[in-house]
């Protein structure tokens, strides 16, 4: 029964620091169980992304009837 149930607001975690030098990378991840909608397009729970300057991630998670976003910068 989903009735009731709210979808929790999405929060980026980040396998370390989100500050990379230049040809590093790090991984950002959302909450497991949902769908998901990267600002890059992607759809899976975690990304990898090496910017080659400073730039902003958004994920959007949804379940069907509603949806919840988070940003970060690296």
Request: proline share 4%.
């Amino acid at each position: 029964d989903s009735l009731g149930r709210l979808l929790p607001c999405a929060s980026i975690t980040s396998s370390g620091p989100l500050e990379i030098c230049q040809g590093g990378s790090v991984t950002l991840s959302a909450q497991s169980g949902y769908n998901y909608l990267w600002s890059n397009g992607d759809t899976s729970v975690s990304i990898t992304v090496n910017p080659t300057q400073t730039e902003t991630y958004n994920v959007t998670l949804s379940d069907g009837t509603s949806a919840c976003m988070d940003s970060v910068t690296v």
